[in-house]
């Protein structure tokens, strides 16, 4: 560890550190930064659809280098119940643009090859080093973090937290309180591998480049607030559940179960036929929304990414607002260490300011009503997929009943359901308020 003092150090590796660094790094800062893993991205998990908007501001001919799966032509909504789906599909051939809008991606390989740029933007890397906790002078203010390396502290101007979900360094060192299990989901992952052409005519794809992303929701999640997903990458097949921590606790269901059972649906078996399965990974995902986020900024340090819970779980996204807290933490520091201001509280707030203004603060505080949504009924992950499912059943089937016999035994269910026409005007008006 190089006993030097530092412009700045940021912690973690992951999009919001890289955004973070690399952006210092560009204006000319002297950027140490640190992450625990052997290398950038060697245990962190994703989905992973990466949402190139977000990285196209940083770096935008990234398509040349990064490691890039599929670019997705077709985004499906699946609606589950025990042994069917309905959904809708959208596919375009307007994603078949010169600069596709979404890839998806490995997050090991994607990790790597970010920091790889970071460093050529003049940044010094260390890994497999984890930061304890940060060092504050004797007025309070953080001045640089310890490290389980020998050597004492290393020191540093601010010190930006892209630690992830988990927030340790920022929670020990009193910045902010620990994790709630109801802010909190835990996912589950595993990767499949199929020869490419089988992805290509499984998903009915033209080429090795085109991908289709599937969203799911109901059964998928007994009961609990949770989704599932699907992502096609070249040659593998990523498949994942994950549902509140809360939940998890309380029903006493074993994630890998849920996995398993998602697996064995009759829609998802067929796709995954043959398939051989070499990856199985676990995480968190801050699903708290806008009220979970914690104290953003202090004397000398700031947060970025998953650590300040900047994750829209309505539209499963998390990288971008990663890379973006973390790109316009850089650009707030760089333009203070440029007119020579510290990076006190009170200049801080530059940080918070730009994030209001960026579509970070404006979607998370659109949707803030939602995780209490979900959380007070339950019946949107129940009852209504099935009633949707069933209602399909008896629409599609012909079995000699006239139409209008067939309407009134679909809006006869819908009642029964959900116990009277009340109710179900009720789940709508909720929905439709949340949404706002
Ligand atoms: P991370 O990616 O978690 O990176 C944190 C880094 O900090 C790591 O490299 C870690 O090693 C390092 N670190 C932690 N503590 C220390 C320490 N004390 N010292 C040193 N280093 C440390 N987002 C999307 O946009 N699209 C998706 O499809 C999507 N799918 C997802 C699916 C799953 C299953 C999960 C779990 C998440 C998904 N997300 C998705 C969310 C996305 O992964 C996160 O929002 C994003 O990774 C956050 O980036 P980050 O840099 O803040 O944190």
Not at 119 to 142: C, D, F, K, P, S
Not at 375 to 383: A, E
Request: contains cysteine.
């Amino acid at each position: 560890m190089p006993v030097e003092h530092f412009d700045a150090i940021v912690v973690g590796a992951g999009p919001s550190g890289n955004a973070a660094a690399y952006t210092m790094g560009k204006a000319g800062m002297n950027v140490l930064q640190i992450d625990r893993g052997e290398y950038p991205g060697s245990k962190n998990v994703q989905g992973a659809i990466l949402y190139s908007d977000a990285l196209e501001r940083m770096i935008p001919d990234f398509r040349e280098t990064a490691p890039l799966e599929r670019h997705v032509v077709e985004q499906r909504f699946w609606m589950l119940d025990e042994k069917s789906h309905t959904g809708t599909h959208h596919r375009s051939d307007s994603f078949n643009e010169e600069r596709p809008n979404r890839y998806t991606i490995l997050r090991a390989q994607f990790d790597k090859w970010f920091a790889k740029q970071v460093r050529a933007a003049g940044v010094t890397l260390i890994t497999e080093t984890t930061v304890i906790e940060l060092v504050r002078n004797a007025e309070g203010r953080v001045i640089g973090v310890l490290t389980d390396r020998e050597g004492g502290p290393v020191h540093a101007d601010v010190v930006v937290l892209g630690e992830g979900v988990n927030g340790l360094v920022a929670q020990r060192s009193g910045l902010r309180p620990e994790l709630r299990p109801q802010h909190v989901a835990l996912a589950v992952k595993e990767t499949h591998f199929l020869p490419e052409e089988t992805i290509r005519e499984r998903f009915n794809l033209s080429d090795e480049n085109e991908g289709v992303v599937i969203e799911v929701l109901g059964s998928v999640s007994s009961g609990m607030v949770g989704t599932g997903f699907l992502y096609t990458n070249r040659e593998s097949i990523s498949i994942g559940v994950g549902c509140l921590v809360s939940d998890f606790a309380e029903k006493q269901i074993p994630p890998y179960a849920l996995l398993d059972r998602f697996k064995n649906h009759p829609s998802v078996r067929p796709l995954l036929k043959g398939a051989e399965m070499k990856e199985y990974v676990a995480h968190l995902i801050p699903e708290g929304g806008y009220d979970a986020i914690p104290k953003l900024t202090g004397d000398g340090w700031l947060i970025v990414g998953d650590a300040g819970q900047f994750v829209n779980a309505v539209h499963r996204e998390g990288s971008n607002l990663a890379m973006t807290t973390g790109r316009i933490a850089g650009e707030c520091l760089a333009r203070l260490k440029a007119e020579g201001r510290p990076a006190t509280e009170a200049n801080l707030k530059v940080y918070r300011d730009a994030l209001e203004q960026s579509f970070v603060l404006k979607d998370l505080r659109k949707y803030r009503k939602i995780p209490k949504l979900l959380k007070q009924n339950r019946q949107l992950f129940t009852t209504w997929p099935a009633v949707i499912n069933r209602s399909m059943q008896a629409f599609l089937r012909v079995d000699g009943r006239d139409k209008r016999a067939k309407e009134a035994e679909i809006l006869r269910g819908l009642k029964t359901a959900r116990g009277n026409w009340l109710n179900v005007a009720a789940d709508m008006v909720k929905v439709a308020r949340a949404w706002r």
